[in-house]
């Protein structure tokens, strides 16, 4: 990615910038729409402009919920987001986004995550705003594109933005980063679906839903909710200093859909009474300067065809224990410089 | 930090590192301490000389177990790593070493941990080496001058590498990067104690032992045992399968100290059997090459002052949202070249 910082967009493209801007913050979604496909876009022309609608959107960004999703494929991630995302529309009157992150989706659009096709009602809902994950590729990568999208969202007016992840990747640690509460849908079971969770998602988790808990699963949901909640009690508190709760859910027949909102919204007024809410927010925003810049430098260094491939070989030389990582650092940064 | 590579040691010097070597891998304590202390040397004349030492002893290092030992102050870490070391020296034979990390000893010697006055019985044995932790400011930071440290006393024959920390600073991600096997020691209690553990610890621990198990304390300990065992067990296993064992221990009374040496040697059985334990290494040695790597990166771009200046500045705006991460970043990174 290279910003050329004297480019100045054509007057046709700065209006259209000045245009979508400004049909955004009065909350037209294809605005908003457009805005998203222009911060994800991998077309380096395209970057100047990005930065251009990001700074115009910044000052009216900031004011909502965001709140990380995460599960195993087959918990109900999508009947659950939308079962949540209709009560809060329906009991709250807020604007409710949905963005997924799945940096492994290389070929963009076919990502299962955040399909609208998988929430059918919800996409219907005029208050609700659906957007599949981005590809890599985009300005600062996946991760940033989906970043960068929530601070639209919030200019575009949603109070509640659900980003949706699948917790086997790679992706959760960047989730915990940019959301203010995580959640964490599983199944009550013999255990076999942890399997896939990486360990760090127990580590992040505000609140533990045990989905699909009706019929017959009932008892078994309850059981393994208490179990839960003893284990979680255990372990140290977060670093928002928030107790996770842990409780069961039916979202295919709405049950307990408000007990999840009145948690989310409990942990909300929580952390905003003792400054933490903002405290983190802070941090985060620490953290993707600082992250931003280490990937933007790699990404020029590497632009060098020899610097990658020197340190391609020296990283094999080190898996293989045959050069100090110490040693091999030092001899590929003195190549740098 | 700067490495001149023209530099080439004065024939004296460079005896000096071939002397230190030579003596070393016969297992000369006196070499072994002039290595370590080389390579935490702050003198960037040092530099190359550590380098040219590392490089030396690379090929007859690897051969140990390396097993990082956390918990709170108070726990009793001292004692319990006293009892372990003349346990296995007695049981096996195998020389250990204990060596220590804390990152926010910045007056160096003045640490608490590794220190030798609250080890005496074992730093009197002749097959056990007890090192304090490096302060910062040496040759790419503490957590690389303890990994260094790690190889050395591997080509000294030391086969058990004990690394002590606190478990309350920000070093366990890296002594988890560090380490084979990764025991929590703690109390039986309240919970009060775990308010000090930083809430990733658990996601790294191999092995879980309630000290102090005696006495009054007895009960408890065996209460508090089974809850941890039933709650590890609810989360998903670490990536190197390994499922985390919980017991109780005395080390003040020695007792099922024989335990926690057996859980170690059946964990390393089982991950060499399964390929596990060499797989993880490689993955931390590229770890700390990637680290090291935008760690030295870092600190020859903000030998800059203008651009430390810079950094500081756009940091300071980004926490308080005045402006995105990714646009400062890319303002920062576009400044750099």
């Not at 496909?37 to 251009?52: M, P, V």
């Not at 509460?181 to 505000?206: P, S, V, W």
């Not at 533990?208 to 839960?228: H, M, P, R, T, W």
């Not at 859909?257 to 941090?283: C, H, L, P």
Request: charged share 25%.
């Amino acid at each position: 990615m290279s910003i050329n910082k004297n480019y100045k967009p054509s007057p046709k493209e700065q209006l259209s910038v000045e245009q979508i801007f400004n049909d955004l913050i009065k909350g037209n979604v294809r605005a908003l729409s457009e805005a998203i496909t222009l911060i994800e876009s991998k077309r380096s022309e395209d970057h100047a402009n990005a930065i251009d609608l990001i700074n115009k959107c910044l000052p009216h960004s900031g004011n909502s919920i965001r709140i990380g999703i995460t599960g195993v494929p087959g918990v109900g991630k999508s009947t659950f987001i939308e079962a949540l995302g209709e009560y809060i529309i329906q009991s709250t009157g807020k604007k409710v986004a949905v963005l997924a992150i799945d940096p492994s989706s290389k070929v963009s659009k076919g990502s299962i995550l955040g399909d609208k096709t998988r929430m059918q009602k919800l996409s219907a809902n005029e208050k609700a705003f659906i957007r599949p994950s981005a590809s890599a590729g985009s300005l600062g990568g996946v991760a940033n594109a989906t970043r960068e999208s929530i601070l639209l969202c919030e200019a575009a007016g949603y109070e509640v933005i659900l980003i949706e992840t699948v917790g086997v990747g790679q992706s959760e640690t960047e989730v915990a980063e940019m959301v203010d509460f995580f959640l964490l849908l599983m199944l009550a079971g013999a255990g076999d679906e942890l399997q896939g969770i990486k360990r760090g998602i127990m580590e992040m988790t505000d609140a533990l839903f045990i989905n699909k808990a009706d019929g017959d699963n009932l008892k078994n949901s309850e059981k393994a909710a208490v179990q839960y909640r003893s284990a979680i009690h255990l372990f140290p508190p977060k670093e928002n200093l928030w107790t996770p709760v842990v409780d069961i859910c039916s979202a295919i027949e709405s049950k307990n859909i408000d007990k999840v909102w009145s948690v989310i919204d409990e942990f909300y007024r929580s952390t905003t009474n003792s400054g933490m809410f903002s405290q983190v927010r802070a941090k985060q925003n620490e953290y993707w300067f600082v992250k931003n810049t280490e990937l933007l430098i790699q990404q020029k260094i590497f632009t060098n065809v020899e610097l990658l491939k020197l340190h391609e070989e020296l990283k094999q030389k080190v898996k293989l224990g045959e050069i100090s990582p110490l040693v091999a650092s030092v001899e590929f940064v003195n190549k740098v410089f």
